[in-house]
């Protein structure tokens, strides 16, 4: 298969934004469908003519974005022309990854104890000033690809093994079910929203970039509320799912 169409046709533009954005534009066409595997960058640099520096740059872009993979022993592979999630259920992270047969995993850039604000105190049902952990934590796909970034506030006094408690290999809906407070149900909203500088930072993406934004607070069975936590992604790599009657 030839890659090559349209190639140096637009003054000014690199090649490898212009590689970029021909593949783009082929994954989220469906030309080329989720799963396929893609041929080897040698083989595309050839396609291409170009050096497999320039053609690598556009893959890593590719990676970063969420819409190829690279799997040790199968190659290159097309990952997703954009990831949907169903809002209408309450669902982790880690669940939803591990249901798409994906590896899951998230890094910790940030935790540590605060006093909650009235805003904070508010949602967790908690008094303005009591301690709470505020945790940042990316959430990644396939060991690298960062969908998301989280920013969790949690009450100290209801959740204090999180103090020694390694959150980079696991699920916190799991935790908080082992520990004896099992999450049932959820509120949250939806918006979308740009992203800030320090947002843009963790998701490699350019600042004010048009992201993905949600809260939510957790609650268990008694309507006790566990966590509150913001989600950002990047606006191209996911869509909502609803399902409505009347």
Not at 81 to 97: G, I, M, P, Q
Not at 201 to 209: A, G, M, P, R, V
Not at 215 to 244: C, Q, W
Request: aromatic share 8%.
């Amino acid at each position: 298969m030839s890659y090559t169409a349209d190639m140096r046709k637009v003054k000014g533009v690199p090649l490898y934004v212009q590689i970029r954005e021909s593949f783009r534009l082929r994954i989220q066409s469906g030309e080329l469908e989720v799963g396929s595997q893609l041929p080897s960058e040698e083989t595309l640099a050839k396609d291409y003519g170009v050096s497999r520096m320039t053609l690598r740059r556009a893959m890593n872009d590719l990676v970063e974005e969420g819409l190829i993979v690279r799997k040790h022993g199968e190659g290159t592979l097309v990952f997703s022309a954009k990831v949907t999630r169903d809002y209408a259920t309450l669902t982790s992270f880690y669940e939803d990854a591990q249901s798409r047969g994906l590896k899951p995993s998230s890094r910790v850039v940030k935790k540590k104890i605060i006093k909650a604000d009235s805003e904070i105190a508010k949602k967790l049902m908690i008094n303005e000033g009591e301690p709470v952990f505020n945790i940042i934590r990316l959430r990644l796909v396939e060991d690298n690809m960062v969908m998301a970034v989280h920013d969790l506030y949690i009450p100290v006094s209801l959740c204090p093994w999180i103090e020694d408690t390694n959150l980079e290999q696991a699920s916190l809906y799991d935790l908080y079910d082992r520990h004896g407070l099992p999450i049932a149900w959820g509120s949250q909203i939806v918006e979308a929203r740009s992203a800030t500088e320090e947002q843009a930072k963790y998701l490699n993406i350019e600042s004010d970039s048009p992201v993905l934004y949600s809260e939510r607070v957790s609650y268990t069975s008694k309507n006790l509320p566990v966590e509150r936590v913001v989600a950002v992604s990047p606006g191209d790599r996911f869509s909502i799912k609803l399902v409505m009657r009347r």
